[in-house]
């Protein structure tokens, strides 16, 4: 209970973040990047961050396909 406790608050904070941007507030930063800067350093950055997951086509393209409904609110792309 605890571990979903610390996850949820994490996911919370990226979404946060990614507002903060100008994205969605209900879309992870991976999400956007996997969708919107797709092959950009930042986005093999976070790729390379994430490798221990081991996910087909990296973990922001992972993360894109999670969240396909979102990133309508963005304020910016």
């Known amino acids: 209970m ?3 406790w610390i996850k949820n608050i994490l ?3 990226d979404q946060l ?8 507030p209900d879309m992870t930063l991976s999400a956007r990047l996997g969708r919107n800067y797709r092959g950009t350093w ?3 950055l976070v790729d390379w961050m994430f490798a221990w997951q081991k996910r087909p086509g990296g973990h922001c393209e992972n993360s894109d ?7 309508k609110d963005a304020v910016l792309k």
């Open 2 to 4: 605890i571990l979903k």
């Open 11 to 13: 996911i919370s904070l």
């Open 65 to 71: 396909w999670w969240e396909q409904d979102e990133g």
């Open 42 to 44: 930042i986005e093999r």
């Open 17 to 24: 973040a990614n507002t903060i941007l100008g994205g969605d």
